[in-house]
Nanobody, 128 residues
Framework: QVQLVESGGGSVQAGGSLKLSCAAS????????MGWFRQAPGKEREGVAA????????YYADSVKGRFTISQDNAKRTMYLQMNSLQPEDTAMYSC?????????????????????WGRGTQVTVSS
């Protein structure tokens, strides 16, 4: 089993920054696809960013490209999402997910159906 725990959410004003963390525990190899997803009330879950931990290859949704950065610390088994220039439309529950031993290339990394393990999420609220 794999457990994922997110942290770092909060409330910020537009233009501000937050850094989310996703700590993994349990059986997880060093080569996995991991992603950040968000869901706003009344909307479908949206893939934000993904990373393949074997090579560090990343992929971003167009809506966050240039503002968000996904990264990893394999030694700490932790994934991060640095979010800059936050806007009210970024307000959502952010969750991390893991697809063990899978290389989800490109846009497939943003499809939630491809992920097996999920964290409970952390709320991000951006006020104008």
């Amino acid at each position: 089993q794999v457990q994922l725990v997110e942290s770092g959410g909060g409330s910020v004003q537009a233009g501000g920054s937050l850094k989310l963390s996703c700590a993994a525990s349990g059986f997880l190899s060093s080569t996995n696809s991991m992603g950040w997803f968000r869901q706003a009330p009344g909307k479908e879950r949206e893939g934000v960013a993904a990373i393949y931990t074997g090579s560090g290859t990343t992929y971003y949704a167009d809506s966050v490209k240039g503002r968000f950065t996904i990264s990893q610390d394999n030694a700490k088994r932790t994934m991060y999402l640095q979010m800059n220039s936050l806007q009210p439309e970024d307000t959502a529950m952010y969750s991390c997910a893991a697809a063990p031993s899978m290389f989800l290339y490109g846009v497939t990394g943003l499809n939630p159906m491809n992920y097996k393990y999920w964290g409970r999420g952390t709320q991000v609220t951006v006020s104008s």
